[in-house]
C-alpha cells in the first residue's frame, strides 16, 4: 500500500484492538447448547463484524432451527446472549489490549490523525472503559447508534461524518470480511488484521495495528 496521510483512522473493536470475539463465541455457544446443538469456531467466524440480532439468525441456521421462534423469542434470546457476554467482560482488563495498540494510537496523535471506532458491539463504551482507551477516540460509533450491520457501511460513514472528513481520507482497520466490505462500499482503505488466506479483500493484511506504523506518512 502507497504511504498516503489518511486524515482518519477507524477501527474496529473485536480482533482489532481487543480479543473480546472469544467472549462472544463462549457466549453463543452457551445458547447453542442451551437449544441442544453444537457451535464451533469455524461456524463463528461468520458472526464477526454482524449485529446482534444479524448474529442470531446464523446461529439458529447452524442448528438448522430457522423460522422456528417468534421475534419476542429471538430477542429474548439475543438478550440472554448479551447478559452472558457481559458477565464476561466485566472482568476485562486493561492489559488485555492487544500489544501495540497504544503505540499505534500515540504515532497517529503525532501525524494529526483523527481517532475513530466504528464497532457494531453495543458494548464499545463498556469495553472501552475497562480498556482505559476511551479518550484516545475523537468520535466512537457503535451499534447503539446505527440501524444497518456490517458489511453496510453507515458506522463508517457515520465515523467521518462526525469529524466531517471525506470518507476517501480515512483507513479502516477490520478483522471481519463484513467489516472490509463495508469500509470499500464506503469508499475507504481497508486494512485487515488477520492473514490473506482469511481477509483477501483488504488492501494491506497485517498482523497488528502497530504493523501499519511504517506506513505512516
Known sequence: MENIQYK???FDLDGVLVDTA???YLAWKSLAQELRFAFTLQQNEALK???RMKSLELLLGFGGLSGLFSQEEKEQMAEKKNRLYVEKIMCLKKDELFPGVLDFFRHLKEKGIKIALGSASKNAPLILGRLEISGYFDTIVDGSQVSKAKPDPEVFIWAAQNLNIPCESCIVFEDSTAGLKAAKQAGMKAVGIGTPKNLPMADL???S???YIPYLA
Open 22 to 24: 472469544k467472549y462472544h
Open 209 to 211: 495495528v502497530d504493523q
Open 49 to 51: 463484524g454482524v449485529s
Open 205 to 207: 493484511v497485517i498482523a
Open 8 to 10: 482518519c483512522a477507524i
